[in-house]
Structure formats: C-alpha cells, structure tokens
C-alpha cells in the first residue's frame, strides 16, 4: 500500500517555463512534507520542506504547496532550467513531528528541462 | 568540505557471502539511515542509529545488520539471509532525528550473483 503516491513517472518542460510536480498521499497522519532531488550516480539532496500547518513555502524558484484536505502538495519550479533535470522525491513523516526513522517516500519524478 | 562518504561505489559479491557497506560522516550529525532503493521504487528505510551505540530497525531490516561504534561510522551488512541483495544503498545523516533534512551519501550498487 503506497502512502505516497508520485502517479506521474517524468515530465518535459521548456526551459524558462513552470515546472509543476505533483504529490499525493493517504495518511492522514502525515505532518512534515519534503522534496529532494536526486541527478544519476549521486544520493539525494534535500531541496524544501513543508509543515502541515502552512499551505505554502518558497525558497528562491521553489515552491512547495500543500492542499490537507486534498491530501496533495505540489513542487513548483520557476523558471525552469536545464539544471533541474533530475529525479524529484516527495517525501512524508508523521509523529514524531519530522520524524525521519517514520519518512516514507514516493517513487520520483525525472524531470526533464529542454533548452 | 564536510558530508557523507559511501565506499565503494559499486561491490560485486557472490550469493551466500556476507558483504559490508561502509558509511563515514564528518558532519558531526548525531543521526544516522541506511535505505535501499529498488528500481521504479522509493527509498525504503534498512535501519536507523539516532545516538552512537544504538541503532533501530526500519521497515526492511531483515537480513541486514548494523553497529555504531562511533559517532561518524554506520556501517551496513548485507548477510546471505538477505533474500534479495542486489540494489542501491545509500546511507545518510541528519543533525537530529526529527525535523532535519536528511544529507545523503552518493550510494553504493550492490550486485550479488
């Protein structure tokens, strides 16, 4: 049983344009949301993190919005570069707050940006 | 430069044997996570140490074992009672076990024929 559900496998999107990677899951539970970005042949990075009581975050082209009630959030990258081709995990945790020992992540994304 | 050194990148064992993965950090992190990440699949959590000399299992600890002697080393094993060995393991750290990002190694390819 998947909790965290990442339905589409990749994504092309002209450079300079909006990326918009989708996230959804099942437990209700969860409280503490992150992305991290993965390039081949490399462990991942932690890219923005999103607390269940706020419905948005941002940090310079990244934005991560959270919809509870959905039970989805959304990673948005603008404007979107070649160096954002990667693999994008959605990750959650519930109690503990941010546990790490109860994250449980999606499959990815591979983003691809096309110049 | 401090992070997260996985060795070695890629490990080629035959069934049966035992093999261990090492994972040093100078982070000064008090967290430590071994996951495995399967093809098409999630990072699924092997074990965890949130202090030296304990350690914790995740979701998938069977046929794995672990110690933490020392606050920078978790090494992982990979016993023969591992059914399916053959995957990328990535190790990583957080400063604390709850609401840190996690700095993650750059993995190790584990292929048992």
């Known amino acids: 049983d998947q909790q965290v559900k990442q339905n589409s496998p990749s994504l092309s999107v002209q450079e300079g344009r909006i990326s918009i990677l989708n996230c959804d899951y099942t437990?209700?539970?969860?409280?503490?949301f992150l992305w991290y970005k993965k390039y081949p042949a490399e462990g991942p990075t932690f890219l923005i993190s999103i607390s269940s009581i706020k419905d948005k975050n941002e940090d310079g082209r990244f934005t991560v919005f959270l919809n509870k009630s959905a039970k989805h959030l959304s990673l948005h990258i603008v404007p979107s570069q070649p160096g954002d081709s990667a693999v994008y995990f959605c990750?959650?945790?519930?109690?503990?707050?941010?546990?790490?020992?109860?994250?449980?992540f999606g499959k990815g994304i591979t983003l691809s940006v096309r110049p | 430069d401090g992070g997260i050194t996985q060795s070695p990148k890629y490990l080629f064992r035959k069934e049966g044997q035992n093999v261990t993965l090492s994972c040093e950090q100078n982070?000064?992190?008090?967290?430590m996570y071994w996951y495995r990440q399967d093809p098409g699949q999630g990072l699924r959590l092997i074990y965890y140490s949130q202090i030296v000399n304990d350690f914790q299992k995740g979701d998938i600890a069977e046929g794995y074992s672990v110690s933490r002697e020392k606050k920078e080393s978790f090494p992982l094993t990979v016993t023969s009672a591992q059914k399916n060995p053959t995957a990328f393991y990535l190790c990583?750290?957080?400063?604390?076990?709850?609401?840190?990002?996690?700095?993650f190694g750059n993995g190790t390819r584990l292929t048992v024929t």
């Open positions: 437990n209700s539970m969860f409280d503490y």
């Open positions: 990750a959650a945790s519930g109690s503990p707050y941010g546990a790490n020992s109860k994250l449980t």
């Open positions: 982070l000064n992190h008090d967290a």
């Open positions: 990583a750290s957080s400063i604390r076990a709850n609401d840190s990002p996690l700095h």
